[in-house]
């Protein structure tokens, strides 16, 4: 792909009805981009139906949801889950008896861990396991939804799974040095990427974050081709990310956060997605905006890309409520603070030669570099200064409106999609804000 092919206008398309079924593949974890589709899949009336990951015991064995769990899973749902685990990833299976990824890197620390080499006859024989899992627990899901779709009705398949980080110490001392590390602290991407550590940790996060998709749209073939057969129709979505295109110098551009190391699993998404549409079945990744989450606070900077949102809100609408947007932002800043200050520190941030230099779509997504990290690490710190209280900044303000304006975009677009791959710019969710709140 050559270039962002972004949603530009707002659309307005809906054929989900009342006693079609929204399935949410991925358990409903907190706040997040999910939540935005079902209140649209709840005001069309669908019967909602979500999935669990499963936990984990204390040998670490995959199980389902306790009664207990499930009724809070469901409660949190508003609809009802299938309780078959389905648990992406491999980093915890291995054949009985054999270890498993995590066992294989547990002893791995911050001085030894560049060198250390894994054995990757077993790490294989360990993903095979995992992966033919992961389908027999999708058949598993499939067989007991399809009870649950009467003939005719459409079916709209979210998938929401995504990560795949191994759960070991060493890599958290590794993270904070790469996603948050200066001068001395700092560490490049590259080196946990070219380590084997890197490796299995890409090939985990193919397999969560993309192959799962591609699971999803084989496991659901059957289910596909009975409701397209009866005159129903099937769509699935799926959460990219791929860069955004943000308001730098009075206009947009594409920009990203550096270094997103599961751009690779990212792009895969995409490239499933294209294989299904081009056996006519529509799945479509939509590639969303930078927001800040419980699970995204690690990357700090990742959330500068949203203030010139609100520069977009004015530019698309410009009425009373992207006003009072302005307002809610100011509001949390300290006394003698500017929320017109704060926004020079983007603009600034983002005419610097080094951003600049990080804005090629074609190279993503690239590495990082010591000068980048001095530059958007310390750029966030700096924001984040201006603020009365580190539990209620801006950011959040305007994370909580990506959300709100990517749920129906996504949802109506999903009626008749342009195309496998769309881009949900701060354009077109600036337009959706407005237009719902004029």
């Known amino acids: 792909m050559q270039a962002p092919i972004p949603l530009r206008n707002v659309p307005q398309s809906n054929i989900f009805r009342k006693g079609d079924i929204f399935v949410l593949f991925g358990e409903l974890f907190g706040r997040g981009y999910a939540n935005g589709l079902i209140n649209e899949a709840r005001k069309a009336g669908m019967t909602i139906v979500g999935i669990t990951v499963g936990r984990r015991d204390e040998n670490n064995a995959l199980r389902a949801l306790t009664a207990e769990e499930l009724a809070a899973a469901e ?21 009985a008896g054999t270890p498993t990824p995590t066992d294989l890197i547990s002893d791995m620390t911050l001085k030894s861990w560049q060198e250390d080499k894994l054995d990757w006859a077993q790490i294989e024989k ?30 709209f398949f979210a998938h929401t799974m995504a990560g795949g980080i191994p759960k070991v110490k060493v890599f958290l001392a590794i993270a904070n040095r790469i996603y948050k590390g200066r001068g001395e ?82 792009m895969r998404l995409e490239r499933v997605a294209e294989a299904a549409w081009a056996q006519g079945i529509k799945a479509t990744v939509y590639n ?40 809610a932002c100011r509001d949390v800043l300290l006394e003698g603070q500017t929320l017109e200050g704060l926004l020079q520190k983007i603009d600034d941030y983002n005419n ?7 804005r090629n779509f074609t190279a993503w997504p690239m590495p990082n570099s010591a ?32 959300l709100e304006g990517t749920g129906p975009l996504m949802f109506h677009e999903s009626s008749n999609p342009a195309g496998p791959v769309l881009w949900l710019n701060h354009d077109v969710i600036a337009k959706q804000l407005n237009l719902m709140h004029r």
């Open 288 to 327: 969303c905006p930078e927001i800040r989450t419980n699970s995204s606070d690690i990357f700090v900077g990742v959330e500068l890309s949203l203030f010139p949102l609100l520069k977009a809100l004015k530019k698309e609408g410009d009425g009373a409520w992207a006003e009072t947007q302005w307002q």
């Open 371 to 402: 000068e980048l990290a001095d530059v958007m690490i310390g750029t966030s710190e700096e924001i984040t200064k201006m603020h009365k209280s580190r539990d209620a900044l801006v950011t959040d303000i305007l994370s909580a409106l990506v």
């Open 75 to 95: 409660a949190n749902l508003g609809g009802r889950i299938i309780n078959v685990p389905l648990m992406a990833g491999f980093d915890l299976d291995a054949p």
């Open 185 to 266: 602290r700092f560490m490049s991407s590259s080196a946990l990427l070219n380590s084997d550590l890197g490796k299995l940790i890409l090939m985990n996060f193919d397999e969560v974050t993309a192959n799962t998709f591609q699971y999803l749209i084989e496991g659901s073939a059957a289910i596909r081709a009975r409701l397209e057969k009866s005159g129903g129709q099937v769509r699935y979505t799926a959460y990219g990310y791929h860069g955004t295109e943000i308001m730098v110098d009075g206009h947009y551009q594409w920009q990203t956060y550096t270094s997103y190391t599961q751009g690779q699993a990212k």
């Open 352 to 358: 610097s030669d080094v951003m600049k230099s990080f």
């Open 126 to 155: 360990c993903r095979a396991v995992g992966v033919q899992r992961f389908k027999d627990s999708v058949a598993k899901v499939m067989a007991e939804l399809d009870g649950m779709i009467p003939d005719g009705s459409n079916a």
